[in-house]
């Protein structure tokens, strides 16, 4: 069974930086594409960011520029978050893709508050 465990999640002020790791059972060079997807209060669940296996990466618009999705070795993926923004207050998931198939982490709550 494919697990996904994020960490690195937690209170910070607007302005300021977190970063999210996803630490996966399996070798992530098995999958499609690698991602993470966020969910605030009240609202759907919207994609982030995504790096295939050949490392091109894709981003939301609303976070261009802002954040960034990398991996280390064959286990580890990253979602650096700078400039954070009130609007970014959400559970963050780290997902993984074979083909039709996304399997999900538990989530990690992001909080951007004074």
């Known amino acids: 069974q494919v697990q996904l465990v994020e960490s690195g999640g937690g209170l910070v002020q607007p302005g300021g930086s977190l970063r999210l790791a996803c630490y996966a059972s399996e070798n992530i060079f098995n999958f499609n594409a690698m991602g993470w997807y966020r969910q605030a209060s009240g609202k759907e669940r919207e994609l982030v960011a995504t790096i295939n296996v050949g490392g091109t990466t894709n981003y939301a618009d609303y976070v261009k520029g802002r954040f960034t999705i990398s991996r280390e070795g064959a286990n580890i993926v990253y979602l650096q978050m700078n400039n954070l923004e009130p609007g970014d207050t959400a559970v963050y998931y780290c997902?993984?893709?074979?083909?039709?198939?996304?399997?999900w982490g538990q989530g990690a709550q992001v909080a951007v508050s004074s």
């Open positions: 997902t993984a893709r074979l083909m039709s198939r996304t399997y």
